[in-house]
């Protein structure tokens, strides 16, 4: 069966009540045709001093999930932050539609309880510039928005990641998805957001954790 991948990195000391309500909604998505894969490797959150940092540490890891966890019957990989917890139970589905085999799509992003404020805004890009933490987020209007690169909860193509993609945190300005993202681009694929799909990224304040 050709089936959709998704990939979440879960920190290893990720405090037990975010960590209750992340694998919770993760269950949810659970269905044929859908293989979840939450893997807790590395140190986790202790001892980073900077979003630098984290990047560099996200990316070596993520791009170890892909290395580990790609299989030939993946036609889609689903990339997601642990503490993306809410959005609807039919979210890969949702992406995909969108995507077909030759886009990155990513949902619409906001902090838990905080909307409209976006959250990642050095993951979403247009045309260089970083997404804005409150409306207008982006200079397009939508629903459906063509971006520099995406990030904290996107799909896409299998293929892009077999024809080389990964993540890299080298430009300071910008997360480790944007050197995926640009790849797909160089692959004549678009990176799109999708302002129709929703997902929500905890507050971290609310669960002891210093906001990054």
Sequence with gaps: MKTTLILIPMAVNMPAALKAKSLAMIQRMQRPGVQIVVDSRGPGDAGIASNAARCDQLAEIRNALVRDYLRPEHLHVLVMDADIIEF???LPQQLR???GDNAIVGAACYVEGCFPRWYDTGGF???GERARHYPPHFNQSGPLIE???VGACYIA???LFREGALYDAANPK??????????AKKLGMKVLCDMRIRVSHADLTKYGIAWH
């Design 125 to 127: 890009i247009e045309a």
């Design 97 to 99: 539609k969108i995507a």
């Design 174 to 183: 910008y997360t480790d998805h944007y050197s995926v993202c640009q790849k």
């Design 88 to 90: 609807p139970a039919d």
């Design 147 to 149: 971006l520099d690169s």
């Design 157 to 159: 193509p299998a293929r």
